[in-house]
């Protein structure tokens, strides 16, 4: 059974700070892997995903890496603000079957401080 | 485009009701996944359908039933509520390719008393 964790569970951050967030996962197989943005009280919008074959993918100040071989996924941003406050989900989806189920790490919340 | 809509946004039930959650997508999307999220532990795959008219269980089925009688409306069923179910559940829905992104819903917030 694919088990997605995410470290840490909170972080929080002055402005202006690059930083990391970690997802690893149990079985690496053939999977794809996406990064979301959740803020409060609100549903998932996708931010990033990495195919199987792929070892990363940029969108402006994100860049997320993907290395199958450790089983890990980093999310990296730079130059942080305020506005990147929200909680950071991590999943992993087969490529074939299955309805390319997405299972979820428990996020990590970003608190950027002015 | 609405993307993908929820309703109700909030319920409050009783022990033992029974009530039914819609999902509506219009983008044509042939994949359907129902969701529910809990402190700290994430969100978790309840049901999920491959085209109208297919269903199959994720993770945590149990108690709940799901219908996709139209492509574009997939339908979470309790019928018979208990406290467990206190949850917020998400919709989502996608394209066939692997690489196609699930598009989530608002979430509705349950409450079982």
């Known amino acids: 059974k694919q088990e997605v964790t995410q470290i840490p569970a909170a972080l929080s951050v002055p402005e202006g700070e690059n930083l990391v967030l970690n997802c690893s996962f149990t079985?690496?197989?053939?999977?794809?892997l996406q990064w979301f943005r959740q803020d409060p009280g609100k549903g998932l919008t996708s931010l990033l995903l990495?195919?199987?074959?792929?070892r990363e993918q940029t969108s402006g100040r994100l860049n997320a890496s993907l290395d199958k071989s450790s089983g890990r996924s980093t999310l990296y941003i730079a130059a942080s603000q305020p506005g990147d406050s929200a909680t950071y989900l991590c999943?992993?989806?087969?490529?074939?079957?299955?309805?390319?189920?997405?299972?979820f790490g428990t996020g990590t919340q970003l608190k950027v401080e002015l | 485009n609405a993307g993908v809509t929820q309703t109700p946004k909030f319920r409050v039930l009783k022990t033992g009701q029974s009530m039914t959650l819609l999902c509506a997508q219009d983008?044509?999307?042939?994949?359907m996944y129902w969701y529910r999220q809990d402190p700290g532990m994430g969100l978790r795959l309840i049901h999920y359908?491959?085209?109208?008219?297919?269903?199959a269980k994720g993770e945590v089925p149990d108690g709940y039933n799901v219908s996709r009688l139209k492509k574009q409306n997939f339908l979470l069923g309790l019928e018979s509520a208990a406290p467990s179910q206190t949850s917020v559940y998400f919709c989502?829905?996608?394209?066939?390719?692997?690489?196609?992104?699930?598009?989530f819903g608002p979430g509705t917030r349950l409450t079982v008393l």
């Open positions: 989502a829905s996608k394209w066939i390719a692997s690489t196609d992104t699930q598009y």
């Open positions: 079985d690496s197989a053939i999977y794809n």
């Open positions: 990495i195919q199987s074959s792929q």
């Open positions: 999943a992993v989806s087969p490529i074939t079957g299955g309805g390319n189920k997405l299972t």
């Open positions: 983008m044509n999307h042939e994949y």
């Open positions: 359908s491959v085209g109208e008219g297919t269903t």
